[in-house]
């Protein structure tokens, strides 16, 4: 099945595994997966993820158990845009949970789910470390911070 | 050594060892769920908490090795406050159905929580629920049950080597299972029911059928393989209800191959023979037993008196006990002849006056672990003798390279440091190129001299001969290379035998050139192939059906067929899979025998260890323990000594025959190949018998049946041999054979060697092939 994985991510994968010894190649799991997210518009078919594992001579379940324990692995298809709104600690406190509401209404959709037009999909996360300004949210690799339902309004115009 | 203090106990324990491990040795038990003593320590579920001295915290006792001087309390305050809180969040999540649940009265969960759980539970919420897996026809799950200790993906990383099962997600969201469907379909995928501390794991074919504790308790000794799996039965109103492992180090460990463990629905067969019956004129008639007898012993003295006593033959499954081989070899020798078999399966014998007591393993099962190299010499291993191919698997985890010269590319579930895959016909000739090797001379491959040196080097190898290389041409030749190789590089050779009993039958004299004990007989008589080759007048075959038990098919129901007169002694009417009923269609007398595990009796494994059982159920119907029917039927052919009251006496003549013989001091002797066999071109066979269709029982037990898939019905070959013969998949293969021709789905496998078709006997579709090696030409259908 590996054949399902493009030469640019095979060469990814083994500029990683050089750095694992040669039997532990397990421990490129976690990379491999996430270039081969990055190169399928962000989420990973059942397929995929044993393409991985038998690239890296792993079993099937081994890369699913990865691939189901870490959220930032997308195991059905996300739009173009992902609203990671944090959900933790500083954030519930600042009121996230409004933050979601509003996305949930503006949007049409609930929290794990994608617009009809597949261009957000609208998920809650744990802590991403930007507590000093909550509630915050991470849209795909950039944070936008002290969140209002306005602020939210005016950053999605923004967006293609 | 090392001392430390165990509740109070001081004991004197080896460094590295556990807490765990140390109580246990010293009869302290401390409760546990993940832990389990053959595999990788986890400590995840966190209930073997003790309290040890000095350190603040308590301790998980499986994941803690023992130090000088440390104090250990496993029952002190601090102790079970600890395991009843873990016992409390176990119980959070777990259902209470435990009156519906399969593993109640035999749960460890309900056990501990017996002892530490509390009355009431102080949650309230909803328990979460997990989604049910379908693992196939052998286990049942109820995951909700899951606590998520963790031993079956263990299990299956560690000791089968197949990892399926995984937990995946996280926190409240894990669950253990296999993600995306599918059927376990390893051999000993079974062992994870008995693993299971809960109820998420059971048995499928005995679902609801009965509670552990209604159970009567029988031990068994597994009747499919030269291992010889120790077992218990375990039964309910004379119902067998399931077969669990009886633990023996030396034999099965802990473990159970699945298919010892599912093969009792066999037993409960409705194609189970329940009466005497025999054909007249060209009717079958149920009969009294006298009546049976009498027109059996009847039929076989007017046979011996009209065309000679060397026109009487006796063919008996692999799987008869030694009992039953002893009486058949004595009954056979009294009415005058020596054609008396049991290597239906093999077609080569010219070796069988330089072979030892017995072919088998060389020392026990325990030295397979502890080589130092292996080779396998064509050999399917796990789909014969699952535990030496768990044995051999060990041995690969502590260091041993592993090698293989094989037809097909089996998958025998090591890193392979050599794999030398040959054609039928190319076979023999690799292995002349490792014994040349050694030799020094000749032009061997870069593969043949690895595995020599590899080989030489080793301080103990040995070479495993397996159930193909057993059932080739060219065995004779095999044999002999391997034994040379063996002279050369300073390892022994293990020959692995079909059925559970081949060792017994060679000491019982179930063979054609030695009796009982391995007496010497003046004129050897015919053996398995020159029975059914020049078909006899008369035969006497026990626990085997035609089609499905030899290696000519064709010709061995042809023998059958035209001979005056046949005894079967059977435990089935038919096959359940056969479209034609091969045992009413040859015999003229059915005498209903009982499975091994409605009768008393002896199995020799492969290592030449007596292992003798009695019978854990009650014979079904009017059928009757084999030894009493050869027995009575000698009294009734009317030959001296045969006044025989139990099994157990039976079994005492064996062993004094065995002593006056001194067999077990006889050595195999080597023989020295002159040339080497010749070489054919074209396309040949090569045949397996799959596991679950190895004898008359297992083929009776519907799950295990489940297991069959595509592969064992179809005609598999590589690329290349299907380019040649211009099949793709899919297409329908005509195989037109030396005495007949069949149709078969072709397959693309390319673990097949060049310019083989690798085909599955014992099955519906091939029971008109000639033999299992053969030439044969394949066009498209």
Known sequence: MTELLSKEVKAEIDRWLKKYPEDQKRSALLPALRFTQEANDNWLSEDLVKAVAEYLDQPHIAAFEVATFYHMYNLKPVGRYQLNVCGSISCKLCDCKGIVDHLKQKLDINVGDTTKDGKFTLKEVGCLAACVNAPMMQINKDYHENLTPERVDSILETLE | ?781
């Open chain 2, 1 to 781: 050594m090392i001392t430390v203090e165990i509740d109070g106990k001081k004991l004197e324990v080896q460094e590295g060892t556990s807490i765990i491990e140390a109580a246990e040795n010293a009869g302290i038990w401390i409760p546990r769920f993940c832990y389990h003593k053959k595999l990788s320590v986890a400590a995840n579920c966190r209930m073997c908490l003790v309290e040890v001295e000095k350190a603040p915290k308590p301790m998980a006792a499986c994941a803690t090795p023992v130090n000088e001087g440390m104090r250990i309390f496993t029952t002190s305050e601090k102790a079970l406050a600890a395991q009843k809180i873990v016992m409390e969040f176990l119980l959070i999540n777990h259902p209470l159905d435990c009156p519906i649940c399969d593993q109640g009265g035999e749960c460890e969960l309900q056990d501990i929580a017996m002892g530490y759980g509390r009355g009431i539970s102080k949650y309230s919420q909803g328990k979460r629920s997990v989604e049910d897996e379908d693992l196939g026809p052998l286990i049942a799950t109820d995951m909700t049950r899951c606590i998520h200790c963790t031993r079956c993906v263990r299990f299956g990383s560690e000791v089968a080597g197949v990892r399926e099962m995984g937990m995946t997600g996280r926190g409240e969201h894990g669950r253990i299972g296999t993600y995306i469907k599918h059927t376990m379909s390893h051999e000993m995928s079974g062992n994870i029911i008995d693993l299971c501390p809960v109820g998420a794991l059971t048995s499928k074919p005995n679902r609801f059928e009965g509670r552990s504790w209604e159970f009567d308790q029988m031990a068994s000794v597994a009747s499919h393989d030269c291992v010889g799996s120790n077992t218990f039965i375990h039964s309910l109103r004379h119902e067998a209800m399931r077969v669990v492992p009886r633990d023996n180090e030396n034999i099965n460990e802990v473990w159970l191959s699945d298919r010892d463990r599912f093969s009792y629905e066999g037993v409960k067969s409705h194609h189970r023979l329940h009466e005497p019956r025999i054909k007249k004129n060209g009717e079958w008639q149920v009969v009294s037993w006298h009546e049976a007898m009498a027109f059996a012993a009847e039929g076989l003295r007017t046979a011996s008196e009209k065309w000679g006593a060397d026109q009487v033959g006796a063919l008996a499954s692999p799987n008869s006990t030694l009992e039953e081989f002893y009486l058949l070899s004595r009954l056979m020798r009294g009415v005058g002849s020596n054609h008396i078999d049991h290597r239906l399966r093999e077609s080569d014998f010219s070796d069988q006056t330089l072979r030892g007591a017995f072919p088998g393993i060389a020392g026990s099962l325990n030295d397979i672990n502890q080589q130092n190299a292996i080779l396998v010499l064509g050999s399917d291993l796990r789909r014969e003798v699952p535990i030496v191919a768990h044995r051999v698997r060990q041995a690969n985890k502590n260091g041993a390279p592993v090698m293989a010269v094989n037809m097909i590319d089996h998958d025998l579930n090591v890193d392979l440091a050599e794999n030398i895959v040959a054609s039928p016909d190319d076979f023999v000739q690799q292995l002349s190129g490792i014994a040349d090797a050694l030799n020094g001379k000749g032009e061997p491959t870069s593969e043949q001299k690895a595995i020599a040196d590899t080989l030489k080097a080793a301080e103990k190898a040995n070479i495993i001969i397996g159930h193909v290389a057993l059932h080739h041409p060219n065995a004779v030749a095999i044999r002999a290379l391997a034994n040379a190789i063996a002279d050369l590089s300073g390892a022994t050779v293990s020959h692995l035998t079909d059925g559970a009993n081949s060792a017994g039958a060679w000491v019982a004299g179930a063979i054609p050139h030695r009796a009982a004990g391995g007496a010497a007989i003046e004129t050897a008589g015919l053996n398995y192939l020159e029975m059914i080759d020049n078909p006899l007048h008369a035969y006497i075959v026990m626990g085997i059906s035609p089609d499905f038990d030899t290696a000519h098919p064709v010709k061995a129901r042809a023998a059958l067929n035209k001979a005056d007169f046949v005894v079967s002694i059977s435990s089935f009417t038919s096959d359940i899979l056969s479209e034609s009923d091969a045992i009413y269609e040859t015999a003229d007398v059915i005498l209903p025998m009982v499975p091994s595990a409605e009768t008393s009796g002896t199995f020799v494994n492969a290592t030449g260890n007596w292992q003798q059982f009695q019978g854990a159920l009650k014979p079904q119907g009017e059928a009757r323990p084999g030894w009493k029917i050869l027995r009575v039927l000698a009294n009734f052919l009317k030959l001296k000594d045969f006044e025989y009251t139990s099994s157990d006496e039976v079994l005492d003549a064996v062993k004094a025959a065995v002593e006056a013989n001194d067999l077990m001091s006889r050595v195999e002797k080597s023989l020295v190949l002159t040339s080497l066999p010749a070489t054919t071109s074209g396309i040949a066979k090569v045949t397996q018998v799959p596991l679950y269709r190895a004898d008359q029982l297992v083929r009776h037990a519907p799950a295990l049946q489940h297991q069959l898939d595509e592969s064992h019905r179809s005609a598999r070959l590589n690329t290349r041999t299907a380019k040649l013969l211009k099949l793709a998949s899919g297409d329908r293969a005509v195989i037109q054979d030396a005495d007949e021709s069949y149709v078969l789905p072709v397959m693309i496998d390319d673990k097949v060697s060049d310019n083989a078709v690798a085909l599955s006997a014992a099955m519906v579709g091939t029971k008109t092939m000639s033999d299992f090696f053969g030439p044969i030409t394949v066009t498209k259908g």
